[in-house]
């Protein structure tokens, strides 16, 4: 990972745009619809980023270095190599929102992602946001005990919940899950072969198990890599150390298939 995906509240924040024709509109439309103001204004008090859409190769390599020497975070329209942050392809479900990049490597790649799962997920992952803050009382008040409780949410959110998040939902499917609680997930254990040792093998339902998963028993020939597509703060052991655990909620056993 060359770079760090952060989200940034720009509500009311003055952006640096340099530059016209139709990247700069896109670049501008983009900040104003997070609540920025943009401004042409070099000599604007409170600048919080800059972004430089020129078409000159020269100019626009003089406005970078020129603004990076005020200290400023610049985005340099496709020139990746004088970026210090890039803009990503994003999926709009406010308050829920997602965002692919490439790096700089290629927005084209980054768009044609976001358009493909566009498509997957239902519009009302936004609203849906929202019920659950709105019921978050209620849901501490089911489950008091915040282990309890996140196995609870991570069991109605999982495919074929009663929260599925790939199913368009509305407040009233919250309200019948807290009606009727599936209270806490017993505990499970899994064992799961691994034939790769390449992550992106993995099969939907073995990463869905990963960022499950409370407690994981890996042998030594188990990658770091595919460890790295666990839940951060799942329990890890070696698989040796199986006979001497107490396992608690859903458990994974990995191993290599030799």
Known sequence: MNQLPIFVNLE??????LGRGEMAEAKKRLYERAGALVTDD????GLTLA???????????????RLKARGLLVNAVDRSALCDYT?????DRDPVLIAMGTGG???????????????????????????LLAARTRIQQ?????????????????????LDIMVEHSAADIDAWLDHPYGQA?????????????PDDLTLRQARWLGQADQIFAGDDVPGTVLDRARADAERFALSLWDERPTEGLVLRIRMKI
């Open 12 to 17: 009311g924040r003055t952006i640096l745009l």
């Open 42 to 45: 070099e000599a604007a008090d």
């Open 51 to 65: 972004v430089v859409a020129l078409e000159d190769d020269e100019a626009a390599i003089a406005a970078v270095a």
């Open 87 to 91: 803009t990503p392809a994003i999926i």
């Open 105 to 131: 490597a290629s927005a084209g790649l980054a768009k044609a992602l976001r358009q493909r799962l566009e498509q997957l997920l239902p519009s009302s992952l936004g609203s849906m946001a929202e019920a």
């Open 142 to 162: 089911v489950w008091p005990d915040g282990a309890a409780r996140r196995k609870a949410i991570d069991a109605a959110l999982a495919p074929d919940g009663p």
């Open 186 to 198: 017993r505990s499970q254990v899994i064992d799961l072969e691994l034939t790769s040792d390449d």
